[in-house]
Structures are given as C-alpha cells and as structure tokens.
C-alpha cells in the first residue's frame, strides 16, 4: 500500500501564457547528512519531455538490456553490456531537451555560510541572483579544503549549528564551539604560508571567516528555532537547485509546471517563497505550480532519475565528457 504523496504546490488555476512542463529528480540527496563522504554530490536533472516520449526511450534502452520492469538504476546501467554506447545513445535523445544542475556538497555549506550569516536570509541564496557572494564563497572552500582536518571540523560545527530541529531555543554550546573551530581554522589553516594552500587565498579566505560576528549568527539561530519562514533551511540543497532549474527553463519569459520526483523538502510553504523570490517586475513567477508523482509511475520522472543518477556518478569527469552539454553553468561546485 502506497502512502499519499508529501510536498508540492499545483497550480492554482489554468496557466496562461507560454509554458513548458518539465519533470525533476535527484540522485544523492541524503536529507542534512551533508557530509557523508560516499556522496559527495548531488545532481538535479530536469526533461521537458512528453510522457509518450520518455516511455519510447525507456522502452528502447530496455530492449538492449536486463533490467527491473519498473524503473532503471544508473548504477545498473553503467555496469550493463555496452553502456557506453547506450549512454552515447540516451545523450544524443536528450539533446536540448534535459538539464543537470550539479551541488558539491561542502560547496554548498560555504554559501550557506556566506549567503545566510554574512548577508540578509534569503529563498535567493545560492542561485544565480546571489552571484556578487560567490568570490568570497569561493575563496573560503578552495583555501578551507587544503587545510585538512581543520576544515572538516568547521564544516561539522556549522552543520551542529545550524540543526535546529528539536531544539527549542538556540544553543549556545554550540555557537561557541563554531566560532572555536573558524578561529582554529583561521589562526593554524589559513596562513600565509599555511602548506597546500593556493597562493593569495589564505588572506582571502581568512576576511571573510573573520567578518562572522556573534551578536548577528545568534540572530539568525533565534529565527529558526521561532520557525521565521523567511530564513530558508540551512542544510536543504534542493531549494537552489530547483530555483536554478525554474530559471533556467524560463528562459525567454516561460513559465514552468514541474512534476518532481516525491521529496519532502519541497513543501507548499518554501515553494511559495521560491515562487516570490523569482518574481519578476510584472509581478509574475515563472515557477506556475509543482506536482510530486512517484517514478514508477511516471516515465519522464524515470528518465530525469537515470540523467540524475548517471551524472552523479560520473561527475568526475563531466566537464571533458558528453555529459558537459547538460550542465548548468550555475551549478554550486568549485571550479576555475
């Protein structure tokens, strides 16, 4: 027996308009454990295909393999019989009709740094309408990474900060262990001749760790334990990557329905603020309503669930491979 689908926000009434439908889903969503180290990625896909469409694809892939009758698995897939040739084939179907915006998942946790402790909370941040923060983003992950275990204890302080599930107020304990690890990561990783870090980066880097103030991050912890919907959820990466899907598939004054994949981070509430952060000057969101499905049932959700999946796992290479034309230049990942 299937429980009720959670989340989503159907439209309200008929859409108007210019409209494109797309399908959505993850590969390597593990809730707020962002930091598992055996996914270290996620990957969103979207397809604007017909149900007709996706169900011939699938179907013709499947003629050339072993696979479950319900849904395919990108793991299963690379490892069958000829598969690249299969994904060579599956590639050149997509081709202008699919999209991957791609989250490193310590990336993200420095723009959440960034975007929400240094600047006003926004349902904007970490898209590309807070492209001005993301030098100073870029300079801490690339100088924190090469400091080893000092940056894997800041990551972990902040994500112990900013859990605030089942806490009824803030914790101090943790705040002050936060700051402990930026200052450790500050005065022993971030130095000018600290090993392996790139040359100009520490000084950089070590600015814009040492503009976090107390007074203002207590702040900001108080407004989520009061449940202030107008700060975004911390450790939920789905939400810039649904936005940056939405504007990316508005492209020339579209509007967008979304069929996503079940996902409970998707809720009415923060897709209402998503749908009021893009808004544009005419009072009008290209985000016109989100439905979830369930990908056993929906063909074009299988279809975003093997490009998810298959880009995920082939991210180390996606920037010199076939999978580069799919990629979203907005995606949170560090690269030159």
């Known amino acids: 027996m299937r429980l009720p689908l959670q989340g989503g926000l159907p439209p309200s009434d008929a859409v108007?308009?210019?409209?494109?439908?797309?399908?959505?889903?993850?590969?390597?969503?593990?809730?707020t454990n962002l930091l598992d180290p055996t996914t270290p990625v996620?990957?969103?896909?979207s397809v604007d295909l017909r149900a007709d469409e996706a169900a011939g694809l699938i179907a013709a892939l499947r003629s050339g393999f072993r696979f479950s009758p319900n849904e395919f698995k990108s793991g299963q897939f690379l490892r069958g019989p000829g598969a690249a040739e299969a994904l060579e084939w599956f590639l050149a179907r997509l081709a202008g009709r699919a999209h991957v915006h791609l989250i490193d998942k310590e990336y993200f946790l420095v723009t959440r740094i960034v975007?929400?402790?240094?600047?006003?909370?926004?349902?904007?941040?970490?898209?590309?309408?807070?492209?001005?923060?993301?030098p100073a983003a870029l300079a801490v992950y690339r100088a924190g990474r090469a400091t080893g275990h000092h940056w894997a204890a800041f990551l972990e302080a902040f994500v112990d900060l900013v859990r605030t599930k089942r806490r009824p107020r803030p914790d101090a304990g943790a705040l002050e262990r936060f700051f402990a690890s930026r200052d450790t990561l500050v005065r022993d990783g971030l130095t000018p001749r600290a090993?392996?870090?790139?040359?100009?980066?520490?000084?950089?880097?070590?600015?814009?760790?040492?503009?976090?103030?107390?007074?203002?991050?207590?702040?900001i912890l108080t407004r989520l334990s009061d449940d202030d919907?107008?700060?975004?959820?911390?450790?939920?990466?789905?939400?810039p990557a649904l936005a940056e899907t939405i504007l990316f598939w508005s492209a020339g004054h579209r509007r967008?329905?979304?069929?996503?994949?079940?996902?409970?981070?998707?809720?009415?509430?923060?897709?209402?603020?998503?749908?009021?952060?893009?808004?544009?000057?005419?009072g009008l969101s290209p985000?016109?309503?989100?439905?979830?499905?369930?990908?056993?049932?929906?063909?074009?959700?299988?279809?975003?669930?093997?490009?998810?999946?298959?880009?995920?796992?082939?991210?180390?290479?996606?920037?010199?491979?076939?999978?580069?034309?799919?990629?979203?230049?907005t995606s949170l990942r560090a690269v030159p």
């Not at 880097?205 to 040492?210: K, M, P, R, S, T």
């Not at 919907?229 to 939400?239: D, F, G």
């Open 115 to 134: 975007d929400l402790l240094l600047a006003e909370p926004t349902y904007a941040a970490g898209t590309r309408l807070t492209q001005d923060r993301r």
């Open 16 to 31: 108007a308009g210019a409209v494109v439908e797309i399908a959505c889903d993850e590969s390597g969503f593990s809730g």
């Open 42 to 45: 996620i990957t969103h896909a």
């Open 287 to 329: 985000l016109a309503g989100l439905v979830m499905a369930d990908s056993r049932d929906d063909p074009r959700v299988q279809v975003a669930d093997l490009l998810a999946g298959v880009t995920r796992r082939l991210s180390g290479t996606v920037d010199d491979g076939p999978l580069r034309p799919f990629l979203s230049p």
């Open 195 to 219: 090993a392996g870090v790139p040359d100009g980066l520490a000084p950089q880097a070590a600015g814009v760790l040492d503009g976090l103030d107390r007074a203002r991050v207590w702040d």
């Open 256 to 282: 967008v329905l979304v069929t996503h994949d079940e996902q409970s981070a998707l809720t009415a509430g923060r897709l209402r603020r998503v749908q009021q952060v893009l808004t544009d000057g005419a």
């Open 229 to 239: 919907r107008s700060v975004p959820p911390p450790l939920e990466p789905m939400l």
